[in-house]
């Protein structure tokens, strides 16, 4: 297993990390609960393989996530490895909130301590929000207690947001979402060297992007296969964000035990990128960003359409199914969220109205009228 020095925390920590946000389920008559016997044996092997550092949160499998590992860590030392939680800020209305969730979560956990505590998904207004609550003064309260070792926090927002957020503070370490095509979404790789800059591991989530970078169509995936035949197409992604020194912890939310073992021979025996693997890389994401369907910006002049389609998503939808061909997220996305709120490209009465605004000239009723076609061959529901 690759280890990583983290930084001031002083510890050094498995660079694969569990996330464990993803874990398999099975269905009963009280819904969807984690599959304890499979996640269990899961945990135990990558614990055994030497994954040290186990990352949750409080809404995970709404909740059960945290009272899973409870129960599954008592297996473990508690020294033997790093567990990492994080507050749900968005329930913090008040200072007394803090200790009141940290409680519930000690106590799901099952732990006298949280060795990486995360303010979870900051941006820039639910930080405001946090430091008026003063979050930090009773995590530092926890930390004196000895209830938190390291304080950090989680990040969904633009570059401006981070930068303000990092420097605010003197944080232990920060996770970002990070992965080979969105180099400049959010923090990207700007918020990665200023966080270097300043001394701040970095530990990443979804290098995968939630799966996205493995379900490619098969010309991308047999070019893969092709040059680097005994290691798979998720391998590449999670090496291409282990190369970048500052990163500390590369976080994977495994759900089978064929992705455990997958990212084990990754991390077993971890070889960062090399120049010419860097170079086939490039040569992927060009092709694979060539696959998009439209040249839409997302510049939004098109909007708003008097009959409430969101012309933007929509195509973003369309554009990232052909660069990932991810049902999965078409599901949720398309006909979870947009076809309840009637802003699906179904929803198009064809007035032309957008047509005139948009600076691409695209042909937007054609465009929408060929994905939703497209769309509905994957529709589950
Ligand atoms: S053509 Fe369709 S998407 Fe465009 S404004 Fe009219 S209804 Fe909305
Ligand atoms: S105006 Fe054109 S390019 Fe801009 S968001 Fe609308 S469809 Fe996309």
Redesign the pocket.
């Known amino acids: 297993m690759e280890y990583r020095d983290m930084g001031k925390t002083g510890v050094k920590t498995s660079l694969l990390g569990f996330g464990c946000m993803r874990f398999p389920t099975k269905k009963t008559d009280n819904g969807d609960v984690i599959d304890r016997e499979l996640a269990s044996k899961m945990l135990d092997e990558a614990i055994k393989s030497g994954v040290n550092y186990i990352d949750t949160a409080y809404p995970y499998h709404n909740g059960e996530s945290e009272a899973f590992l409870g129960e599954a860590l008592k297996a473990y030392p508690r020294d033997s490895f790093y567990l990492a939680t994080k507050l749900p800020m968005w329930d913090v209305h008040k200072k007394e909130d803090v200790r009141r969730l940290f409680n519930i979560q000690l106590e799901r956990l099952q732990t006298d301590h949280v060795d990486f505590y995360l303010m979870h998904a900051l941006g820039r207004e639910r930080f405001d929000e946090a430091v008026k609550n003063e979050v930090r003064e009773v995590l530092e309260e926890l930390r004196a207690e000895g209830k938190i070792k390291y304080i950090g926090f989680s990040f969904h927002d633009n570059y401006d947001a981070f930068e303000y957020i990092i420097k605010y503070y003197d944080w232990d370490f920060c996770q970002i979402q990070y992965n080979y095509m969105d180099v400049n979404d959010q923090a990207g790789f700007k918020g990665y060297k200023l966080a270097e800059e300043l001394g701040v591991p970095m530990v990443i989530m979804e290098p995968i992007k939630g799966g996205s970078l493995v379900n490619y169509s098969d010309d991308i995936r047999d070019e893969f296969m092709k040059y680097d035949p005994d290691n798979s197409i998720a391998s590449w992604a999670l090496r291409w964000v282990g190369t970048h020194p500052n990163i500390k912890v590369v976080l994977s939310g495994m759900s089978s035990m064929e992705q455990v073992k997958d990212n084990l021979k990754t991390f077993n025996n971890f070889k960062p990128l090399s120049d010419e693997d860097k170079a086939f890389l490039d040569k992927m994401i060009e092709k694979i960003k060539s696959k998009v369907n439209n040249g839409c910006t997302g510049c939004r002049y098109?909007m708003p359409?008097?009959?409430g389609?969101d012309?933007p998503r929509n195509f973003s939808l369309w554009n990232n199914f052909g660069m990932y061909h991810n049902p999965n997220d078409l599901n949720f996305h398309y006909f979870g969220q947009m076809r309840g709120a009637h802003s699906d490209a179904s929803a198009?009465?064809?007035?032309?109205?957008?047509?005139t605004k948009c600076p691409q000239k695209l042909p937007?009723?054609e465009h929408?009228k060929k994905l939703d076609e497209e769309f509905s061959a994957y529709d589950r529901r």
């Open positions: 098109c359409c008097p009959h389609v012309i198009c009465k064809g007035c032309g109205l957008c047509e937007i009723r929408l």
